[in-house]
């Protein structure tokens, strides 16, 4: 067997995904690629490894839409085959809470270096895309690229199910809104550039969340994170 074969043929090709705390991300990219390796570099350089995901190689059904992806084919990751994180200072902790369970390789990359430089252990995840890219009910879940999640509380207390997302126009005494920036922040900084939400009103006066500047329809219990960058990852062929 030649080197070639063993290295192209025989083994199936896997992404390799490198996910820097300073916000840059690189992808490693093979041909014909059935799996992705997701690594995040700390800020002393530490390799920590996140875990192997298979993928769900799928028609993108909206390729004229620049929003989710122009390739022919996307690549989903199910959410559901996360596992927390937790090495030294360096963890987060995630819990997915809707049928809308998978995500796009790209945006799964976004979101591990967004979670790790928050190191909360109480994400919990309202919904990306289904397995074949759509997401009705929602209109703009598509390919895995846009995402819910429930408000962060101060209590740090994980609730999943119908009616559990904390409504912050009803209860702003237990929105942890120091987290909650922090986390929209950390999202921008890793590929998101528009975030849907709700201000928040305590003794009458009225607050704002960072890149909130508004109220939209329905988003007093969830942040949508929306119109991600697809230059933001570079990509190196291999
Ligand atoms: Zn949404």
């Known amino acids: 067997m030649k080197d070639n074969d063993k290295e192209f ?9 490198k996910i820097y705390s300073t916000g840059k991300i690189e992808k490693c990219h093979r041909e014909g690629a059935i799996k992705g390796k997701y690594h995040y570099i700390d800020n002393t350089n530490k390799n920590h490894f996140l875990g192997k995901f298979y993928y769900k190689y799928i028609t993108n059904k909206y390729k004229f839409n620049r929003k989710y992806g122009l390739t022919k084919k996307i690549n989903l990751v199910d959410l559901n085959n996360i596992k927390n994180y937790s090495n030294g200072s360096i963890s987060f902790g995630f819990t997915m809470d809707s049928p809308r369970h998978y995500v796009n390789e790209f945006t799964l990359a ?7 430089e928050c190191g909360f252990d109480d994400f919990v995840c309202n919904g990306f895309s289904k397995a074949d890219g759509s997401s009705s009910p929602s209109v703009s879940h598509k390919n895995g690229y846009h995402g819910d999640f429930k408000y962060l509380r101060k209590d740090k207390v994980i609730k999943t199910g119908a009616g559990t997302s904390l409504d912050i126009s009803i209860e702003p005494k237990k ?8 986390f929209i922040n950390a999202l921008n ?14 003794n009458k006066t009225v607050y704002y969340l960072d890149h909130i500047s508004k109220n939209t329809k329905n988003h007093n ?13 570079s990509i190196k062929n291999k």
């Open 9 to 17: 043929n025989v083994k199936p090709a896997t992404h390799i995904y």
């Open 110 to 116: 976004s979101l591990f270096g967004a979670m790790l």
């Open 175 to 182: 929105f942890d809104f120091t987290r909650q920036n922090k």
């Open 189 to 202: 900084k890793f590929g998101w550039t528009n975030f849907l939400g709700w201000t928040y009103t305590l």
């Open 221 to 233: 219990h969830h942040l949508h994170i929306e119109k991600y960058n697809h230059d933001f990852i």
